[in-house]
């Protein structure tokens, strides 16, 4: 029998047991009460954070704390009129941000949690399943805006662009971090008015259609029918540079997140500005840090955590 051998990713989290380092402090506004008992997190990040809350609410019962799925953008406002004191973003504070939460006497702190990638979809009539991280910023800047400029033998007319909110951190990462400077045509070929569901019913229904996700959305745990893997979509592969073909395009894997192969790779941050020591979004923040289990659910959902020590070791099965 032919022996197979192959690389595996080994992940290892560290097992250093600490708190949190100190958030908070200062004065509680007027609502600390009501913002002790929600957190926010942009909606993106539902299927992963809820997994978060569920352990966490499950292993202490006696904390309550409830989720408000919203835009990146709202959270972050809610953030700022200390309306909640955590938030669960695809960015860091800003250094006005920053500056005034410590004008108000907070001390904020972020906390990298794990890193998840932005997945490009399309309907699984569409056999133009590689792209160019350059393509894609031209097809959002609106210079791209049919399949045959892509692939002249393309049939599927307009492409189609399916965004989840227009104040999301999907587009918002995109502006950021994608365009290299180049401004977004929000009109046109590209629709940003959807949840994340939305967006992957839209390229299901729609064979010209890219849809743009968080890659935690490839691997809903709280879908038992596996929401995009199961359906009629396609995960694109994408190249970070030059001609794609599969020698060098990647899908939003683990694998690839880890080694930084994949082209559009974000952070998942907790920004946590709770004022008090034994503050229960304080504690869900630091469950989601520590190596176990919240470290452990993100790499068990595909992400890669921020803690997380890992090497390669070649397997042989025989």
Not at 5 to 32: A, E, R, Y
Not at 131 to 140: H, P, V
Not at 152 to 174: E, W
């Amino acid at each position: 029998m032919n022996k197979l051998q192959f690389n595996s990713l080994i992940i290892g989290l560290s097992l250093s047991i600490g708190l949190l380092p100190s958030c908070g402090g200062g004065k509680p506004s007027g609502n600390s009460s009501q913002a002790s008992r929600y957190f926010a997190a942009d909606e993106s990040l539902s299927p992963i954070i809820d997994e978060e809350y569920e352990v966490f609410t499950a292993r202490n019962q006696r904390d309550s704390i409830f989720p408000l799925y919203i835009s990146e953008q709202e959270a972050m406002q809610k953030l700022m009129d200390r309306e909640v004191f955590l938030v669960f973003t695809t960015r860091a504070l800003t250094p006005d941000e920053e500056n005034y939460l410590i004008s108000e006497h907070y001390r904020p702190r972020v906390i990298p949690l794990a890193y998840d990638a932005l997945a490009l979809i399309v309907n699984k009539a569409n056999t133009d399943t590689l792209i160019t991280a350059d393509n894609f910023r031209s097809i959002m800047a609106g210079e791209i805006t049919s399949w045959k400029e892509l692939n002249p033998a393309s049939n599927l007319g307009d492409i189609k662009v399916a965004f989840d909110n227009p104040k999301s951190a999907t587009l918002r990462f995109v502006v950021d971090s994608v365009m290299e400077g180049r401004l977004v045509k929000t009109d046109g070929n590209v629709q940003a008015a959807m949840t994340s569901a939305e967006v992957v019913d839209y390229v299901e229904n729609h064979e010209n259609a890219i849809g743009v996700v968080g890659s935690i959305w490839l691997n809903d745990q709280r879908d038992t029918t596996n929401v995009t893997y199961g359906r009629n979509i396609t995960v694109m592969r994408v190249s970070a540079a030059g001609e794609a073909d599969r020698s060098n395009s990647y899908y939003p894997s683990q694998w690839n997140i880890a080694y930084g192969y994949y082209p559009f790779i974000r952070t998942i941050y907790a920004i946590c500005i709770d004022p008090f020591s034994s503050g229960v979004p304080k504690a869900f923040a630091n469950f989601c840090w520590l190596p176990n289990p919240g470290q452990l659910i993100f790499f068990n959902a595909g992400l890669f955590p921020a803690r997380a020590e890992y090497s390669v070791r070649d397997v042989v099965i025989q």
